[in-house]
DNA sequence: CCACTTGTAGAACCCGAAGTATACATATAG
DNA sequence: CTATATGTATACTTCGGGTTCTACAAGTGG
């Protein structure tokens, strides 16, 4: 007890990692992603989050506003690493190889955005730029090979969100082969395009 | 104001429809299903299924022990429908044609099932009978045509959901052309596995 | 006509989780 | 060395929504 009165227990835990306000912040929304990807916005606690984080709940006041502040800024975040990392496509087959990337780079904020976030209805007003736009030009792409009608409708609904769980099961499978991923999930979305056309 | 004291306002309002207790409760089921399908069954209140059924919570405490039990009661009874309606399926392509007899029979009962209850882990055991047994079965046919190794995986992981997901696509299609409509799932899912395969 | 069931209306209670407050500890920049 | 930013710990308040309770109204079968 002589050179340090931080031990008084036996075990001496180490001596608590500070960083500065910028970097516990990136620090937070890393676990809170990881923390709202395993179950959703409600389903999730603060107390979740904080002990993902590895903090209390009052460092998470410290930096967020509240609960759905926080959410935002994760939500947010996703967002605009998935923009960075695909760069405005146009949701065509080039698209694919973009989006291989993106969940590559953040698979809890991928998974995040499309599994949960795209479902829950206070917060898909956030992530709809992306979604109404892919779904807006998937649809001009597909209205080139299928004839307009119901069936061009059933299909303009369906492949966008396949094509993301196409890219969710490929993380969930151990990301084999990434050189040719995208040829086999592109050829999983023509397979349903084809099952389309008259 | 002479014959009758019911009207005492301008709106003499229908006496209040009532129903035998089993009745009712079907009624209530009804309403709650379709209720719990817009949103899941964090986001749906009490009072959303007590207005959906046109009736007080008070009533909804009379039939069921807590929105707990009201849900499972609502599963339950939608897995029930699809088992009857389906009949013990092998998700082989045999199954398709079912699945769209199933899906037009109880389309709010199908959407709850396989787009909220699957997700929410309080209640996915419900339904894990008939998810756990459909990818078990799903796999075994897929292992005939795809070999062992990671994109038989991605295949076993993605084909099940996507199947589901084509239903529900259909059923928001206007449910066209129910004649080949089985066969042009069929075909999307044979797409699917194709890209999976070497 | 009576008893009973089905129903309304709404206040009150309760509990978990969000959010607030206060006191204290200590790394680290300057 | 000291000031300050970063952190812990914990108790407290607030609040929404599920749950309970009481009082009353009225259709229906025996």
Same mark, same amino acid.
């Given at each position: 007890?002589?050179?340090?009165?931080? !031990?008084?227990?036996a075990?001496?835990? #180490?001596?608590?990692r500070?960083?500065?306000?910028?970097?516990?912040r990136?620090q937070i929304?890393?676990?809170? =992603?990881?923390a709202?990807?395993?179950?959703?916005?409600?389903?999730?606690?603060?107390?979740?989050?904080?002990?993902e984080?590895a903090l209390?709940?009052?460092m998470l006041?410290r930096h967020?506003?509240?609960? +759905?502040?926080?959410?935002?800024?994760v939500?947010?975040?996703?967002?605009?690493?998935?923009?960075?990392?695909?760069?405005?496509?146009d949701?065509?087959?080039? +698209?694919i190889?973009?989006?291989?990337?993106?969940?590559?780079?953040?698979?809890? !904020?991928?998974?995040?955005?499309?599994?949960?976030?795209?479902?829950?209805?206070?917060?898909?007003?956030?992530?709809?730029?992306?979604t109404?736009?892919?779904?807006?030009?998937?649809?001009?792409?597909?209205?080139?090979?299928?004839?307009?009608g119901?069936?061009l409708?059933?299909?303009?609904?369906?492949?966008?969100?396949? =094509?993301?769980?196409?890219?969710?099961?490929?993380l969930?499978?151990?990301?084999?082969?990434?050189?040719?991923?995208?040829?086999?999930? +592109?050829?999983?979305?023509? !397979?349903?395009?084809?099952?389309? #056309?008259?």
């Amino acid at each position: 007890m002589s050179t340090s009165e931080a !031990g008084e227990e036996a075990a001496a835990a #180490q001596p608590v990692r500070r960083l500065r306000r910028a970097e516990r912040r990136e620090q937070i929304l890393d676990a809170a =992603t990881r923390a709202f990807a395993r179950a959703g916005y409600a389903a999730t606690g603060l107390d979740d989050i904080a002990a993902e984080a590895a903090l209390t709940r009052a460092m998470l006041y410290r930096h967020f506003e509240s609960k +759905a502040d926080l959410y935002r800024a994760v939500l947010d975040r996703a967002c605009l690493r998935l923009a960075e990392t695909t760069g405005a496509d146009d949701f065509d087959d080039a +698209a694919i190889p973009a989006l291989l990337r993106a969940a590559s780079a953040d698979p809890d !904020g991928f998974r995040l955005l499309f599994r949960y976030a795209a479902r829950e209805p206070d917060f898909r007003e956030l992530i709809d730029s992306i979604t109404a736009a892919s779904r807006e030009v998937g649809r001009r792409n597909l209205a080139r090979v299928i004839p307009e009608g119901p069936w061009l409708d059933w299909a303009a609904n369906l492949i966008p969100g396949f =094509t993301l769980e196409a890219v969710i099961a490929w993380l969930d499978a151990g990301r084999p082969d990434p050189e040719h991923a995208a040829e086999r999930i +592109a050829a999983a979305v023509h !397979g349903v395009m084809a099952a389309a #056309q008259p």
